[in-house]
């Protein structure tokens, strides 16, 4: 499967608690972006990387959300002290810069549920 | 993005018929769009783009459809199948920007 792959698809934590969701995007894709997508409602861009470089952060990213991308390949998304709110899927997506159009290919998504 | 809660506008069509699924835009500096289609618990997937500088763009079974003048993006779909059965999500990105902004979703649904 070339395709971009996400884990866990499938997060249950506590309220308070921290997790960590990974990405791992096309090979050679250098731009990577995480969405969060709540239930009946489009993707929200929360972030994005380009190579090992974070340019660009939604006002959605709060204190809380740190993303990085350490070697310009996978990425991960870990959030702090969690709350009820966060409750959603978080997507990554990633594209590469010889592409024409700037289509981004997306992950199946890891669903947090806070409880 | 227009907020409609939990409650998607659905499109029900029967299996066979064209499909159009509409979406409406706001800035007249996006340059460039995507219609996606996303399937329960998956993740968005390309179906077709256009750039700012077309009116139209066929790819197999669909044609999107841009009118800058109303701001208004469609999508058609061709003898629609059960397979089709989705949620259809326009975004558009922005001149300058990388992020792509999703519009409100429709649900499509193909009755057999």
């Known amino acids: 499967d070339t395709g971009v792959s996400q884990n866990p698809r499938h997060k249950i934590t506590k309220r308070g608690q921290n997790v960590t969701f990974r990405c791992d995007p096309i090979?050679?894709?250098?731009?990577l972006y995480w969405y969060r997508q709540t239930l009946g409602q489009g993707p929200e861009f929360l972030t994005y990387?380009?190579?090992?470089?974070?340019?660009?952060k939604s006002r959605l990213l709060s204190d809380r959300f740190s993303a990085e991308r350490p070697k310009g390949s996978f990425s991960t998304l870990e959030i702090q002290r969690t709350e009820q709110g966060d409750s959603a899927m978080y997507l990554c997506?990633?594209?590469?810069?010889?592409?024409?159009?700037?289509?981004?290919?997306f992950g199946q998504g890891t669903r947090l549920t806070v409880v | 993005g227009e907020s409609v809660g939990l409650h998607l506008p659905t499109l029900s069509v029967q299996e066979g018929d064209n499909s159009i699924i509409n979406c409406a835009y706001s800035?007249?500096?996006?340059?460039?769009f995507i219609w996606y289609k996303q399937e329960s618990g998956k993740g968005p997937q390309f179906i077709i783009d256009?750039?700012?500088?077309?009116d139209k763009r066929q790819g197999q079974r669909v044609t999107v459809l841009l009118n800058k003048t109303v701001k208004h993006l469609s999508l058609q779909i061709a003898a629609t199948q059960p397979g089709d059965s989705a949620v259809y999500f326009c975004?558009?990105?922005?001149?300058?920007?990388?992020?792509?902004?999703f519009g409100s979703g429709t649900r499509l649904q193909v009755q057999p």
């Open positions: 997506a990633s594209s590469t810069r010889d592409r024409v159009s700037t289509e981004a290919f």
């Open positions: 090979s050679e894709h250098n731009r």
């Open positions: 990387f380009q190579n090992e470089a974070q340019l660009e």
């Open positions: 800035n007249s500096a996006s340059d460039y």
């Open positions: 256009i750039r700012s500088n077309m």
């Open positions: 975004a558009e990105n922005i001149t300058g920007r990388r992020a792509l902004t």
